[in-house]
């Protein structure tokens, strides 16, 4: 009766050594992503009107945790958004407006920061994180009935984000992730375009960019 007592007790320490060595988690996960505040606007008279439509978001999110309720969290991520037709005051034969079309805006970029962790119920886990990083965006190509204006540009800027999120065990090293986190950049984009006398013109512009990504998808213990 000793020696099983003493088997069993050595079985359980080790179960929890195992499962206590299980420090890391990577997941993958996508979903929609909405834009927000002026990036989503289209109002003409908001200098900072993105025109964004609804998108999606794809990310890889790795963690780490120094014990049960502190760690780190790092997260590689790409969103990309459609975009509204938007009609400038410009006067046209007799008189009228422009309609112009704009393809898209993206970006992809990489954030990091720390991780709060707090146990639910059982094999649930909530996790709130504050992160920052870089992002490289794009702006839109500008065309007019099938001509383009000007040409999108690539840009890089500092990103904050912020969220919260979700593992719900399978009992098992894999589980389920849910996530929903706000972002916010405000890169600066270069356009050029020649005016109504023929001149080369370019003009900088920032656009204050802030999204809400949902998204769910699976993740594993390692």
């Given amino acids: 009766m000793a020696i099983a007592l003493l088997v069993s007790g050595v079985l359980q320490a080790q179960e929890t050594r195992v499962k206590t060595e299980k420090k890391s988690f990577l997941t993958l996960h996508g979903g929609p992503s909405f834009p927000v505040g002026d990036f989503g606007s289209d109002n003409m008279g ?11 978001t794809v990310n890889l999110n790795y963690g780490y945790l120094f014990n049960k309720n502190a760690g780190l ?32 805006w993206k970006f992809y970029g990489l954030t990091a920061g720390p991780l709060m962790s707090f146990d639910v119920s059982k094999n649930i886990y909530s996790d709130i994180k504050v992160m920052a990083g870089m992002v ?55 356009y050029t375009y020649t005016d109504e006398n023929d001149q080369l013109v370019k003009e900088d512009i920032r656009q204050k960019m802030s999204v809400v990504n949902v998204s769910a998808g699976i993740g594993i213990n390692f």
């Fill in 73 to 104: 969290t790092a997260s590689a991520f790409y969103n990309s958004f459609g975009t509204k037709q938007f009609a400038l005051s410009f006067l046209e034969g007799s008189g009228g407006t422009v309609t112009l079309d704009m393809d898209h």
């Fill in 136 to 190: 490289n965006a794009n702006s839109p190509k500008i065309s007019y009935s099938g001509i383009v204006m000007a040409n999108g540009d690539w840009s890089w800027a500092p990103a904050l984000q912020g969220g919260i999120s979700l593992r719900m065990g399978t009992g098992s090293n894999i589980f389920v992730f849910v996530n929903a986190d706000y972002m916010y950049m405000k890169p600066k984009f270069s």
């Fill in 46 to 56: 908001n200098q900072y009107a993105g025109f964004a439509k609804t998108g999606y």
